[in-house]
């Protein structure tokens, strides 16, 4: 078994910045891809940030430029640094991560409890 545990959500004001990290523990053998996505009541979950193992990133457009992700291979923990918010990114915030638990084994994608974000304006 694998679990995510996310941390650093909270109430902020417009403007202001957060940062939500994620730690996998369990049986890992690696870790691939590390994501953050976001939710909304009545609304799809979507993909907010994206981190491959070698440190390439993907960002959603409405948070390009003022969120960055990175990650420690060693600790097997992916951050979200969430700068200049707005009330719009108000959501739950789930960790994602491609996680190997044997070296012949698949992959699998495993999520954390998710962790509130609200964004006052």
């Known amino acids: 078994q694998v679990q995510l545990v996310e941390s650093g959500g909270g109430l902020v004001q417009a403007g202001g910045s957060l940062r939500l990290s994620c730690a996998a523990s369990?049986?890992?053998?690696?870790?691939?891809?590390m994501g953050w996505y976001r939710q909304v009541p009545g609304k799809q979950r979507e993909l907010v940030a994206a981190i491959t193992t070698d440190g390439s990133t993907n960002f959603a457009d409405s948070v390009n430029g003022r969120f960055t992700i990175s990650r420690d291979n060693a600790k097997n923990t992916v951050f979200l640094q969430m700068n200049s918010l707005k009330p719009e990114d108000t959501a739950v915030y789930y960790c994602?991560?491609?996680?190997?638990?044997?070296?012949?084994?698949?992959?699998?994608?495993?999520w954390g409890q998710g962790t509130q974000v609200t964004v006052s304006s």
């Open positions: 369990g049986s890992i053998f690696s870790i691939g891809a």
């Open positions: 994602n991560a491609a996680v190997r638990s044997t070296a012949w084994g698949l992959s699998h994608a495993y």
